[in-house]
């Protein structure tokens, strides 16, 4: 079994184990309701729906960036609502190549708890393969869950500036190749990079057929990143760096540390920097 990813078949042996948590992260930037819709009309079996702005983020403000991190205590209740406690196993999965799912795992991590995972597969694929699902919304027992919350996965705008420039670090930016570049820019105010990121997309850590890579195939993919290096994750508001960051943690990197803010809010400062390429 991989690190942080299981296979739909591993889950479907699961479905009926009560330790097991499954969490549909379900949701399309730029239409905020279809997420909540797909869960409502169908869903894995016993699954629970946690929201990216919703559930995932917090209030977006001046700086901080569009999608800034959930206030903790109000995360922590709705966890514990769903009956996620911290001897729970979860299982997280969209249908969006992993992107919300990773979110979820990546907070879960934030809060200090290490048994939760992505379906490697989305919900689509689960369906095709005429796997148990259901429009039954469940409800769980409470289940307290304590946080202990790891700020060392995360830095905050003033730190990347201070590390950008630094031999023993590597910025990642994780969007599309015509954003990192500058080219184009259709949800951000300004177009461009932080100065020396390097142009990772997050789609690169899945296969032809849009399931994750093996370890190996994501080892490759990031090979000539130095695992001795502190890697810095960035997208545009924190979302899609996950996915990187799950697959630098799946090929066996350890120092990988998430700006939640990513460029929504290094652009919110006019004094920062911008690099771009051409064409």
């Excluded at 097991?20 to 905020?32: A, E, K, T």
């Excluded at 109000?74 to 919300?100: P, R």
């Excluded at 994501?218 to 760096?241: H, N, P």
Aim: net charge negative; aromatic share 12%; with cysteine.
């Amino acid at each position: 079994m991989s690190r942080y990813l299981v296979t739909s078949e591993w889950l479907k042996e699961r479905l009926d184990n009560s330790q097991v948590r499954i969490v549909d992260c379900r949701f399309i930037l730029g239409n905020p309701g279809a997420g909540k819709q797909a869960y409502e009309e169908g869903h894995i079996q016993g699954a629970v729906y946690f929201d990216l702005e919703q559930d995932m983020s917090g209030t977006k403000g001046r700086h901080g960036g569009r999608h800034p991190l959930p206030p903790i205590e109000e995360f922590v209740e709705k966890l514990s609502q769903a009956g996620i406690g911290n001897q729970t196993t979860v299982v997280a999965y969209d249908d969006q190549g992993g992107a919300m799912a990773s979110r979820f795992w990546w907070l879960l991590h934030y809060l200090g708890h290490e048994n939760v995972y992505v379906l490697s597969e989305g919900y689509t694929a689960w369906k095709e393969k005429d796997y148990p699902t259901t429009i039954d919304i469940p409800s769980f027992d409470y289940a307290p869950f304590k946080a202990s919350v790891r700020q060392d996965l995360v830095v905050d705008m003033s730190l990347v500036k201070e590390k950008k420039g630094l031999d023993e670090v590597v910025l990642i930016d994780s969007r599309e190749e015509r954003r990192y570049k500058g080219i184009e820019e259709q949800i951000d105010p300004v177009a461009g990079h932080i100065p020396g990121a390097q142009n990772y997309f997050w789609k690169g850590v899945l296969g032809e057929k849009g399931t994750w890579k093996e370890a190996e195939e994501l080892a490759q993919q990031f090979k000539s990143i130095d695992r001795a290096k502190e890697i810095i994750v960035y997208c545009g508001s924190g979302v899609t760096a996950c996915p990187n960051i799950l697959g630098l943690k799946e090929a066996g990197y350890e120092n990988v540390k998430l700006y939640p803010g990513s460029w929504s809010d290094w652009c919110s400062y006019a004094d920062n920097p911008v690099g771009k390429e051409k064409e």
